[in-house]
């Protein structure tokens, strides 16, 4: 026992970050209070979870896609008090007191949000992996108002990637719901 | 990416004060960069302090006739918002030029300024880089280094030898903007002018930037002149949208009766720092609206320009992007 003893204290006391790190490499989780689609969610997080994370592997909304994790490819695309980001470059912890939006949340008591509706209409897709991003990115797009002609959402839509290439039927279902007329 | 503690202070001095008294501890805003590099082990807070609460995300008039941008405010507030747009459309289009509309919304001013280079080798821990592991040497000066630095490198000594270039957009329009950051830490408020933010790689490429441990950046602050009528951004890249520069150029001049009375020029995507040098600015000081004036002007700006294989084509490319710039601004050839 005391050379188990040993070992440990001599593992603690060789690590290379030793007075760097706290020495509990494995701090608290905290209560972490979360509004998504208009619910309040309490739940038991490390801080380095990201908000993409807690919604997929704590919440199970499995909608709000991981591609690359590294905020390049507009998969995990959520809006946060309206405004379009990645959920895979915040931590959940860091966005307590906002109003978390994600695909789970557009549809309302009428059915579909319009772009979603779009979507299918133009079929807009092929997997259909980034298609909630693109919603999402979409939504917010149009809340920011800045998108006046064709090349405006293609430029302003580029945070999204699409590897199937669908584009040219996404701006298609983007224009619909803005009522942009393509040939203008 | 490694564990970390996690702290929320509500106001300035103890954001400072939590800082300094945990080691390893690091300021996180937007956390665009940050979060991305912890991901790849880059990066490895023991604790990170998130000043989100702490108050300076406005845009302010100054005494001077200039804006103050708070540095928690978003890049796409900043870049949309209306008193920069009309005075300052050169800093509002180089923003939009960058990142993407999600990054954007994230992004905070005061993080744009410590963005960190996007050298391939400082994010791949298995080679050697100078700037992630001081005196381990350089990846890039042998490698794939076609995104990397034409001017101002550090090539001497495999020990701090350097070629990474700063990636921002907004910081090369602040650059030829005569920006000043405002910085607090426990010894009070200093500012500094922008031009001296960025280092050069120099001896210690492993410091991107002049600020000291524990202060923070609260504000940018924009003189009076802003160059609304003739000023143009070039940004050149692999693609259309949301890639990071090869070679970008602001431009911001003051032109009356077809003679040019001040002249800026900054370029992204070419060294550690936007790069400007204020004696190829002088040449066209006084002087009528010329090409040919242009391109002695790109040859001086990029004089003692070296490419190291992949990137040789940088140095024509910016001195072609310099003339066209130049020539955007002075409206001798439509933007698109």
Redesign the interface.
Known sequence: MVSILGILTMQTTLSP?S????KN???EK?TVTLTINGSVHQLEL???T?LLDALREYLHLTGTKKGC???QC?AC?VLVDG????SC???A??KQDTEILTIEGLAGENGLHPLQTAFIEHDAYQCGYCTPGQIC?AV??IN?G?AKTTDDI???????ICRCGAYPHIVDAIEEVMQLDSNA | ?T????F?PGDLNSAIGDLITH??AKF?AG??NL??L??ENVERP???V?I?QLSFNSIEETEGGGLRLGALMTN?DTA?HENVQNRYPLLSHAILAG?????R??ATNGGNLFQRTRCYYFYDLATPCNKREPGSGCGAIRGFNRIHAILGTSDQKPETACIATHPSDMCVALAALDAVVRVTGLAGERTIPFADFHRLPGDEPWRDNTINPGELVTAIDLPAKGFPQYYAYIKLRDR???AFALVSVAVALEIENNRITDARIALGGVAHKPWRKPDAEAMLIGQAVSVADFQSVAEALTEGAKGYGHNTFKIELAKRAIVRALQQAAKLEPTP
């Open positions: 970050e007075g760097v790190r706290p490499t494995l701090p905290n490390a801080p380095w990201t994790d590294h905020g507009g695309t405004k379009r980001i990645n470059l915040t931590l912890v860091m990115s917010g797009m920011e800045h293609r430029e302003l839509m580029s945070g999204n | 990416m564990n970390f503690s996690y929320r080691e390893g996180i956390g665009t979060l991305d912890m991901k023991a604790r990170l998130d989100n796409a949309y990142a993407s509309a999600q990054l919304n994230m259309a949208s949301y």
